[in-house]
């Protein structure tokens, strides 16, 4: 065992090098980087010397050159698929562990979706996402391309993660492990959500979008804090037009932190999985 992940890792070390040289890959190289993608040897995501989130710039631009070579071919796939050359969809077999219940879900080869993964129809993996072991990934769902989802995440129905592709150095969206995403929540543009943090149902957050802390009584930007509980609210909007016409403006609020009573709300029933 020790010797194949020692000849894994060669290996790796040989494709990046490779595409930093000249900037794509023949199809032999290809293949080995979308397995390599799956086994979870390369990420699109990783995290710095400092513990923050960050791109891994080369594996985004590799990904974007299989879009850049074009071509369509058809796929074998219920009802008829055509897609880039570069990326057909991914098959499933018991042997993977993971539990795709029939009616429509689809992911794309490149994909990484560990052991223990429940994947509910319809749903939808993007190339290069990132699904850590035990996480549900519920009815109408998008995991968009890159897109890194922990460990024992529920992401109920409805909701969307956003894929960042370009431009490769920007950060892709992370959910860190044991996070609950309520029903229809969007969330997008590189944000980050802590480790056992509970989003309640339809909340839209972004990089860009301010976290107000009721505990803290501070504002978080670009990320929520690890166990934090994220409800919708409102804040008034700016100017006197505004303030006139009663307008406020979406302001997610942090109202606890996860504690013994929010357990109950959101326990992964292990029976299902």
């Given amino acids: 065992m020790d010797d194949e992940r020692g000849s894994?890792?060669?290996?790796?070390?040989?494709?990046?090098?490779?595409?930093?040289?000249?900037?794509?890959?023949?199809?032999?190289?290809?293949e080995a980087f979308l397995a390599a993608l799956e086994t979870g040897v390369?990420?699109?995501?990783?995290?710095?010397?400092?513990?923050?989130w960050e791109a891994v710039p080369w594996v985004k631009q590799a990904i974007l050159s299989?879009?850049?070579?074009?071509?369509i071919t058809e796929w074998e796939w219920p009802g008829g698929a055509c897609d880039r050359p570069a990326f057909p969809p991914r098959r499933f077999?018991?042997?993977?562990?993971?539990?795709?219940?029939?009616?429509?879900?689809?992911?794309?080869r490149g994909s990484y979706i560990a052991p223990g993964v429940v994947i509910m129809p319809p749903s939808y993996?993007?190339?290069?996402?990132?699904?850590g072991t035990g996480s549900m990934v519920d009815s109408h769902v998008l995991v968009g391309s890159c897109a890194r989802i922990g460990s024992r995440v529920h992401l109920s129905a409805g909701v969307q993660v956003g894929g960042v592709l370009e431009p490769?150095?920007?950060?892709p969206v992370v959910i860190e492990d044991g996070a609950f995403?309520?029903?229809?929540?969007?969330?997008f543009e590189g944000i980050v959500v802590g480790q056992n943090a509970v989003l309640a149902p339809g909340l839209i957050v972004s990089a860009s979008t301010r976290i107000f802390d009721l505990v803290n009584e501070k504002e978080w930007l670009g990320e929520i804090p690890p166990n934090a509980v994220v409800v919708p609210g409102a804040r008034p909007a700016r100017g006197g037009w505004a303030q006139e016409r009663g307008l406020s403006l979406q302001a997610p609020v942090i109202v606890k932190y996860r504690d013994s009573h929010t357990e109950a709300s959101v326990v992964l029933e292990a029976a299902l999985r």
């Fill in 168 to 171: 490769p150095q920007a950060r």
């Fill in 93 to 108: 077999v018991p042997a993977d562990g993971i539990r795709v219940v029939p009616g429509g879900s689809s992911a794309r």
């Fill in 8 to 30: 894994m890792k060669l290996r790796s070390g040989e494709l990046e090098q490779i595409f930093e040289a000249k900037g794509s890959f023949n199809p032999e190289e290809w």
């Fill in 125 to 131: 993996i993007n190339v290069g996402a990132s699904i």
């Fill in 181 to 187: 995403i309520g029903g229809l929540c969007g969330i």
């Fill in 66 to 71: 299989g879009f850049k070579a074009g071509g």
């Fill in 42 to 52: 390369f990420a699109a995501s990783r995290k710095s010397a400092d513990g923050a």
